[in-house]
């Protein structure tokens, strides 16, 4: 698509959305991720370097925050959290452009942040916005972080809250931890899923190709594919045309744990977007036969299985408002595999959505628990003797994740082994005990918890109480 004749967004712009995005995330609670593409879409932004760069500082700003703050605690006199949320707001994105960002001049930084702040109707704070700029910008060694020490270290330099680190530390050791902390910053790339039966890989490779789109091979997954040189994804007419969609392949484990058979009945219980309904209609509809019923709590979320199931133009995938919690009489005992992807903390995709380790909290952790333990109270009546129920969270929370599992051994399941289900090269301890735990940095992917479990034959089944 050329730019010829289009007169180009003025740089102050895209930092006005950066400053946007980040108050929307940072003050009020939204999700960067939402936010960012609710901007593109506002703004009309689809040139790749505009949204590149408003997708770093906003990003990088949240990433580094606790590092950000510090240096803006080292030269204001009011400190971070005392400061009026969209000053904050705008000394955090230029601190972190100055600090981290290279080739970044400045002046440049310090003007655009000036003129933010007095477009806002904060002209009396521009003098205090720019001398803190300045002075940050001139004094870059200040404050010296190579004097803090242990887990305080740690927690500035990863920006991760000290009590969510001591349990990491104590889970899984320094070399570890270090790795997953690491993982949390290294480049994400687009990952998505071919949907096999609609097109063949060497085909849509091809078209991606003549299109500037270079398309590479997934790390685990056969159907996954990471792709580079890509703008705006949406306006790919192979997406469009419903050939792939967008899925880690964490994700996609969930579908290879599953091991679909022709005719399956299958049900996603907390769906949307609908990732794991939709590879699982496309892997029944290339057997030849299955149905998929995709649910959620919200005509909303179920609105968006329904646009990327129009898409992907499967006519096997049935979507339904339901509440995870209220049991549906009709369904019990009669699924063959059900898909138990629940609500969790999120631990695992801190690298995609960074605002997830400032939001959560250890009694958090507690409550999330407790509301999988009551989906799965209710959720385990629907597998049909002899059926599969596939436990699945993007954590790395054992409570929410291996407590979970032995709970369901005690309510008639017995795990299965993961290892003729998932590719070699994933092959781990836990696999035979039918469970895996992705880690960021260790692996190439997400942070992500599968569990397969069958359901033993004459087990107990639920009955409505009177």
Known sequence: MTNEGKKARPAASVREVAADVLYHVLEEGAYSHIELMNAFRREGMKEKKERAFVTRVCMGTLERLYAVDAVIDAFSKTKTEKLKPYIRTILRMSIYQLRYLDQTPTALVCNEAVRLTKKRGLAGLSGFVNGVLRSAAREPEKPDFTKLTGKKALSVQYSIPEWL??????????????????????????????????????????????????????AYVKDALRLEQVSVIEEIPEWKEGYFQIQDESSMLVGLAAGYKKGDLVMDICAA?????????????????GQVIARDISDYKCSLIEENRKRAGFSNLKIEVWDATKIDESKQGSIDVLLCDLPCSGL???GRKPEIKYRISREDLEGLAKLQREILTVAKEYVKPGGTLIYSTCTINPKENEENVSWLLEQGFETEDLRPYLPESLHQDTMDSGYIQLL??????????????????GSQQWKRIE
């Open 165 to 218: 680190l001591a349990q990491w530390l104590a889970r899984f050791g320094e070399e570890k931890t270090g790795k997953i902390l690491e993982g949390f910053y290294r480049e994400k790339q687009v990952c998505v899923r071919r949907n096999r039966s609609r097109i063949e890989e060497a085909e849509l490779v091809e078209r991606l190709g003549k299109a500037g789109i270079e398309a590479k091979p997934g």
């Open 273 to 289: 977007p609908g990732g794991k309904s939709l590879h699982a209609a496309d892997i029944l509809a290339s057997l030849g036969g």
């Open 348 to 350: 695992g995709i801190i």
């Open 440 to 457: 960021p940095g260790v692996h190439e992917s997400d942070g992500f918890f599968v569990a397969r479990l069958r359901k033993k034959e």
